[in-house]
């Protein structure tokens, strides 16, 4: 089991910046990649960002330069740095860890998953 625990979120107004962290504990394991999600309401939940053991990363085209994904040394937690956020952005954003690649975003690929993080970007 790997439990994962978002901070972070908040009110934030257009073009401000929010970090959100994740923490993860129980049978991490090396090999594995960590990701962002994100959900609006009535709307499926989509990938953001992923970053592998190795620090490669990517990311959906609409957050690209905007966004930066990193973990701490120890990959026990990773990071969302939002920058030049637009109200867009709002969603609640979710931590996922499990899937095989960066490049995977289908969510169904993702083994584990935090309880959410609230993200409100004001116009």
């Known amino acids: 089991q790997v439990q994962l625990v978002e901070s972070g979120g908040g009110l934030v107004q257009a073009g401000g910046s929010l970090r959100l962290a994740c923490a993860a504990s129980g049978r991490t394991s090396s090999g594995y990649t960590l990701a962002w999600f994100r959900q609006a309401p009535g709307k499926e939940r989509e990938f953001v960002a992923a970053i592998s053991r190795t620090s490669s990363t990517y990311y959906r085209g609409s957050v690209r330069g905007r966004f930066t994904i990193s973990t701490d040394d120890a990959k026990n937690a990773v990071f969302l740095q939002m920058n030049s956020l637009k109200p867009e952005d709002t969603s609640v954003y979710y931590c996922?860890?499990?899937?095989?690649?960066?490049?995977?975003?289908?969510?169904?690929?993702?083994?584990?998953w935090g309880q959410g993080t609230q993200v409100t970007v004001s116009s």
């Open positions: 996922a860890w499990g899937a095989s690649s960066i490049y995977e975003t289908d969510k169904a690929r993702y083994n584990y």
